[in-house]
């Protein structure tokens, strides 16, 4: 019987699934054949991800 079961669950929350991406992708750099991970959602690997370091924004830090 499945008449009852949204009557209240053990389980609070949602479970998601991982992402995942497609598989066999490899680095987008063309000297390199490195294999993606299908849950990188980057198209390069490791090695040659750009680096993108956060925003700073331009606040001073006041000296005590
Ligand atoms: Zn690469």
Same mark, same amino acid.
């Given at each position: 019987?499945?008449?009852?079961?949204? !009557? !209240?669950s053990?389980?609070?929350g949602?479970i998601?699934?991982?992402r995942?991406?497609?598989?066999?992708?490899? /680095?987008?750099?063309?000297? /390199?054949?490195?294999?993606?991970?299908?849950?990188?959602?980057?198209? *390069?690997?490791?090695? *040659?991800?750009?680096?993108?370091?956060?925003?700073?924004?331009?606040?001073?830090?006041?000296?005590?």
């Amino acid at each position: 019987m499945v008449a009852n079961t949204l !009557g !209240g669950s053990q389980l609070r929350g949602k479970i998601r699934p991982s992402r995942t991406y497609a598989a066999g992708r490899v /680095c987008q750099r063309n000297s /390199c054949s490195t294999k993606l991970s299908i849950y990188n959602r980057r198209e *390069h690997c490791n090695i *040659h991800a750009p680096i993108k370091f956060p925003r700073v924004r331009g606040r001073i830090v006041p000296e005590v």
